[in-house]
């Protein structure tokens, strides 16, 4: 079989994403996404009577600021402005007629999704797609705190099964920039064949950080 060795990262399930949901604002329920999920993007959302229609100010990159005008600027009015940015996209519009105000919708620098997990429930995905003789990093960025990863691998990236055993924070050597490498491979060592595999952080406390990288042969034809 020819081949050539490669890697690839993984990305999260809501990569570079930003839900404006309840958490951050009562009446914009737009879903946006970076551009270059590789830069921290931040967006913050502040009250300002100038701009009846809004202003999504990018002169900051990668810190966006929305200005509304409270009782004005509807959730339409911010969409129509992300949909011809240079740095951010329109994922799921938002309610169009939601007028937004102040308090209710102004909040401050907010970061946009990463490639790392940093939360519980944090997911990485990395697509396997004509690679065989897979190795699968589990990377322990900042080594902080308690943490339990589930490891799984899918045929359709619809159904998961367990790809190890479970790993915690006492599976990696004392320290940043270690990793546990997964073998995806039988008792026998023959390679195990799947489309993706998928790190989740089920359980966390305090601030650890983690990452998915693959290694493996690439057959020919493919990417």
């Known amino acids: 079989m020819k081949g050539k060795f490669i890697t690839i990262p993984a990305v999260m399930t809501v990569d570079g994403t930003l839900d404006l949901d309840a958490a951050l604002t009562t009446h914009v329920d737009s879903v946006i996404k970076t551009v270059d999920n590789s830069v921290p993007v931040t967006l913050a959302f502040t009250g300002d009577s100038q701009y009846d229609n809004g202003k999504l100010d990018e002169s900051g990159y990668p810190a966006l600021v929305f200005h509304f005008k409270s009782g004005a600027t509807t959730v339409l009015d911010f969409d129509t402005q992300v949909e011809v940015s240079q740095h951010i996209i329109l994922v799921t519009p938002g309610t169009p007629g939601n007028v937004m105000d102040v308090p209710s919708d102004d909040f401050a620098a907010t970061a946009f999704a990463s490639g790392t997990m940093s939360a519980a429930n944090d997911a990485c995905i990395v697509d396997l797609t004509g690679m065989t003789n897979v190795s699968l990093?589990?990377?322990?960025?900042?080594?902080?705190?308690?943490?339990?990863?589930?490891?799984?691998?899918?045929?359709?990236?619809?159904?998961?099964?367990?790809?190890?055993?479970?790993?915690?924070?006492?599976s990696f050597p004392v320290g940043n920039n270690k990793s546990f490498e997964v073998t995806l491979s039988d008792a026998n060592g023959m390679p195990l064949l799947c489309k993706q595999a998928r790190v989740t952080l089920s359980a966390y406390g305090a601030s650890g950080i983690y990452t998915l990288v693959a290694a493996g042969t690439l057959v020919d034809g493919y990417r």
């Open 137 to 170: 990093y589990v990377n322990q960025t900042v080594d902080s705190g308690t943490a339990t990863l589930i490891v799984e691998k899918s045929i359709d990236g619809i159904n998961w099964a367990s790809a190890h055993a479970n790993l915690t924070e006492a």
